[in-house]
Structure formats: C-alpha cells, structure tokens
C-alpha cells in the first residue's frame, strides 16, 4: 500500500512570490493535515481538511491558504512568501478523525532566497 | 497556555545502552498522547499512541508510560541501535481540535 506522497521534495523560491505544495494521502484516508517544521522547531499545525472542507487551521496567517480535491488529495499555498517561511512542510493523512493516527509524508523543503 | 514539554534536548547513548526521555504536558482537554520517531530530513513514523485510560504501551524495543494524573509521559528504548538516532517527537492531541507538539528529543547512538 503506498503512503503518503508529496510533491515537489525541493522547492527553492524568493521573497514574495508564491508557493504550491501538493500531497496524497494513503488511500482509503480522507483528513489530510499540513505542518510547518522550522530548523530547530517543532512541528506546527498549518491546516487540517477532511471531506473538502477546512476543519481548523493554526496560528497562521491568511497568506497559508489550501484546499483538499474530491479525490482528497490537497494543496497548500503559500503567498507572498517571507524568509522564514524557508521550512520542512510535511502533510499526514488519517482516516477522517484528528483523534486517529496521522501517517506522515516525506516533506516538501521550502527555501526562500 | 496548551503545551508539550519533551527533555533532554538532546541525547548520547552507547549502542547496547537504554534511554529513557521525557515529556510533560499541559494540554487540555487531553484526548491522547503520541509518540513520533523521525529520521532526519524524513516524515515522523508513529511509535505508540494511548488514549487516557492506558499507562503502558509497547512496539518492540520501545515502551511508553503515560501518567495522566501528573501529565507526563516518559519513552524507553532498550539495547539501542544505530539506527535509533533520530528525533523522537511526543504530540498530545487536544480532544478533536488538535495536535500539540513537542520540539523533540535528538537521539544519538553511536558505537
């Protein structure tokens, strides 16, 4: 069974362009979350959607924005970025509850110049 | 103020040794506690996971303890390996709402 897939592995942008982050969740999975691992931090909560919808979002800015596809596969957006947007952004899957185990992806690393 | 405390920071054990690291919380309402081994530059691989009522939980070499009285929770590794030395990540999830992470425990094992 494969796991949770994300693209692209790197991604190198400059201040203020923007950012798109794609992942898969393991199939069968409907709650796709993303999360922000800063070098030297923790992992932080960006967005959680489940059944296309926006169940709870992190102490983000708007610029962090997504949307989950029928097929429940999701994006993250990052706008304008800043230079310490530069980050592992990893998105995990699970089936369907917060409360359930998540599985994780690999990571996208973002760098901004 | 929700949060995961994990301690040391950081760990060097001699392979064949035992380690143990901690992590206490404040989160509440407590649903459950987790606990995430992740190799460097890797997605975190789920360890164990036990809801209010479970005190020990195991997956091979690796048990964990909660204590919800007292809000800690503590991760034993017997007979280190190698391939141990990662970041081991306790996350206490907020009954429905969310995850709270801790900033992890580097693991060093070396020969």
């Known amino acids: 069974e494969a796991g949770v897939t994300q693209s692209p592995t790197h991604l190198i942008k400059t201040r203020g362009q923007q950012a798109t982050l794609r992942c898969s969740p393991i199939s069968g999975h409907t709650s796709v979350y993303w999360y922000q691992q800063a070098l030297g931090l923790g992992l932080q909560f960006l967005l959680w959607y489940d059944e296309g919808e926006e169940r709870n979002r992190g102490n983000f800015p708007p610029r962090f924005s997504g949307r989950q596809f029928p097929n429940y596969s999701s994006e993250l957006n990052v706008n304008a970025l800043e230079l310490e947007d530069s980050a592992l952004y990893l998105c995990?899957?699970?089936?369907?509850?917060?409360?359930?185990?998540?599985?994780f992806g690999p990571g996208t690393r973002l760098t901004v110049l | 103020k929700n949060q995961v405390e994990q301690s040391p920071q950081s760990l060097i054990i001699l392979e064949g040794k035992n380690c143990t690291l901690q992590c206490n919380y404040t989160v509440s309402p407590f649903s459950n506690l987790r606990w995430y081994k992740q190799d460097t530059g890797r997605g975190p691989v789920s360890l164990t996971i036990m809801t209010f009522s479970e005190n020990t939980k195991s997956n091979g070499r690796y048990t964990a303890t909660l204590d919800a009285d007292t809000k800690q929770s503590s991760l034993h590794i017997t007979a280190s390996q190698l391939s141990d030395s990662a970041s081991y990540i306790c996350v206490v999830s907020q009954a429905g709402t969310a995850l709270i992470f801790g900033k992890g425990t580097t693991l060093s094992v070396s020969s």
């Open positions: 995990a899957s699970s089936l369907g509850s917060i409360i359930g185990e998540q599985f």
